[in-house]
């Protein structure tokens, strides 16, 4: 009876010690277990702040791209309603009078050019190297400056002292081209000899 009880009590104390040993090591593999998932879930943390500055970063990125773009698009629809406006420039090789710089114009389906803004004046003096006719008269009534489609003339780019009607004689407006001034308009004779700068529409 003692031994048995002996022997129970070994058994019991052995199975005590396994139960121990095997909760020590569950205990360790669950505390494994949570750091590797705190580790893991740290790491998505940190990913997540990375890819919420990221993220920021290419919202704020878009919308200064599509500012430009819309900056660029309104940009080109300006260009584009100035180029309609304005046509297109051509200028003709030979020297011939007003009346035939005119005509020759007309005859490719455009015009004496009419200048009417600055920046047009500007433009056309920047790409002219030679005198040339411009669409503006005075051939209908002295001292009453028309453009060739019969508006008048509200801003002009005259030398200084022009026009002057020189003689008695001057009806036809020619331009000269000067780097240092977009007042470049001289009153002369119409039957004159110039290039002329047509524009076409
Ligand atoms: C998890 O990690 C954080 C930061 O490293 C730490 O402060 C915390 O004590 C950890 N938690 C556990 C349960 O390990
Ligand atoms: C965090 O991102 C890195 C790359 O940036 C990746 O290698 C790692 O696996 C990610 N961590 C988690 C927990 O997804
Ligand atoms: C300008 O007026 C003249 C008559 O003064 C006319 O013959 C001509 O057709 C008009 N031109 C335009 C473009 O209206
Ligand atoms: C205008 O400038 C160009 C080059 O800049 C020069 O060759 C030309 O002689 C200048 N013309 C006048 C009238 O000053």
């Known amino acids: 009876m003692t031994v048995c009880l002996g022997l129970i009590c070994v058994l019991l104390l052995v199975i005590i010690i396994f139960i121990t040993a095997k909760r020590e090591s569950l205990l360790n593999s669950y505390k494994n277990t ?3 998932i705190n580790q ?8 997540y702040t990375d890819l919420t500055q990221k993220k920021l970063e290419l919202e704020n990125s878009f919308n200064s791209l599509s500012q430009k773009k819309m900056e660029l698009e309104s940009k080109v629809t ?11 420039f051509f200028i003709s090789c030979e020297l011939k009078s007003w009346s035939e710089s005119r005509k020759y114009c007309r005859d490719r389906g455009a015009d004496l050019v009419i200048i009417n803004t600055e920046e047009k004046q500007r433009l056309i003096s920047s790409v002219v190297k030679d005198r040339v006719w411009i669409g503006l008269s005075d051939i209908e009534t002295e001292g009453r400056m028309i453009w060739v489609d019969n508006s008048t003339l509200n801003r002009g780019f005259w030398f200084r002292g022009e026009p002057n009607n020189y003689e008695g004689n001057e009806d036809c407006v020619e331009l000269i081209p000067t780097n240092d001034s977009v007042n470049n308009w001289n009153d002369l004779p ?6 002329g700068i047509c524009e076409k529409n």
């Open 34 to 36: 949570v750091e590797e």
């Open 40 to 47: 893991t879930i740290n790491n998505l943390q940190d990913n």
């Open 78 to 88: 300006e260009l584009t309603r100035e180029a309609s406006k304005q046509g297109f």
């Open 190 to 195: 119409c039957s004159e000899k110039r290039k």
